[in-house]
């Protein structure tokens, strides 16, 4: 039976031109849906497409405006009873942040799935096409529902929560922590490793068209505290703090933050290492901050932000979200 497949493209190497085989660089958000899904034509792939151009840009420019168009056009195309699932074409740099946040805030009744490449359309050796391909299939599974949002890359599928970029080449670009990949994908099977995870079908969180403001501090040798408290200014409602280690931050650094909780400054400890689970110190306590457990920095500050957006603002309950991701 055909699939009835809804693309949603917002630009990205997938859809870049570099202008040659071999160049190194290239221009990212080129290629426009309708030109792509000419392309995809000629795959034989056993589905129907609609598309619609959400953005054309390098995935480095992704951000409230582009979310806000995105998050209503897939929830149109999941109250459609005539699409059987949504793929969303996006570039690699922020393709972990846009697939948390649509995990966080999406129902998964039916299959999302984000997919991106590594080179530009027109490279020796493009994989955009088979990942694309390798998307159709995981998109037109229905054991791909209840999975909540995920992500297709090289052969390998990853849920929303685990996925994120771990090399700047090269097309196995993208790992999982602490779940690896949660199946293995070509154009012609698909085998997942576990049942279906989201048993509630609801989305976690509602959609906030206008995130609080949520900065990351980058913790390095010789941070201080003062360094600190003018990034953070006077506006940000939460910080996250991607210390060395587990979560590990200077002394002057934890003694602006905890005057900071004491006017209301959300606080959250994440690793800037590449893996690994931040739990909670004894010091959390006294000093209000929330562990970020398995969330990179990146994604601890969306989990924040939607938090904070839905009127979250006890560290313990926060603390509790952040255990349940």
């Not at 493209?9 to 190194?24: E, M």
């Not at 990949?181 to 906030?208: I, Y």
């Not at 005057?259 to 010091?283: H, K, M, N, Q, T």
């Amino acid at each position: 039976m055909t699939s009835q497949i809804t693309v949603l493209a917002t630009g990205g190497t997938i859809a870049g031109i570099a202008g040659s085989a071999i160049a190194k660089d290239y221009a990212a958000g080129q290629i426009s849906i309708e030109d792509y899904l000419d392309q995809v034509g000629g795959l034989g792939l056993e589905a129907e497409f609609s598309g619609q151009q959400i953005a054309n840009i390098d995935s480095a420019d992704i951000g409230p405006k582009e979310w806000n168009a995105l998050h209503p056009a897939i929830m149109a195309a999941l109250n459609d009873e005539t699409c059987d699932g949504v793929i969303v074409t996006h570039g690699t740099d922020t393709l972990e942040e846009t697939a948390f946040l649509l995990d966080l805030t999406l129902p998964a009744n039916k299959p999302v799935v984000l997919v991106g490449a590594m080179r530009p359309a027109d490279a020796v050796g493009y994989d955009g096409l088979r990942n694309f391909a390798n998307a159709v299939r995981v998109a037109s599974d229905p054991a791909a529902a209840g999975r909540g949002v995920l992500v297709v890359m090289g052969d390998r599928v990853f849920g929303a929560r685990d996925v994120r970029k771990v090399r700047t080449r090269g097309t196995d670009a993208f790992r999982g922590f602490p779940r690896e990949s949660v199946a293995l994908v070509t154009p012609s099977s698909l085998e997942w490793f576990g049942a279906p995870w989201r048993t509630q079908g609801g989305a976690q969180f509602a959609w906030c068209d206008d995130l609080p403001e949520v900065g990351v501090v980058h913790v390095h040798a010789g941070l201080d505290g003062q360094s600190v408290g003018r990034f953070i200014g006077d506006t940000m409602r939460g910080v996250v703090i991607a210390g060395v280690g587990e979560g590990n931050l200077p002394e002057p650094v934890r003694q602006e933050l905890v005057r900071r909780r004491g006017e209301g400054l959300l606080v959250v400890r994440a690793s800037r290492a590449d893996e690994g689970l931040v739990d909670r110190e004894p010091e959390d306590e006294a000093n209000g901050f929330v562990a970020a457990r398995a969330l990179n920095p990146q994604k601890a500050r969306l989990l924040l932000q939607l938090l904070i957006a839905n009127g979250v603002s006890d560290p313990a309950a926060i603390q509790q979200a952040f255990d349940g991701s």
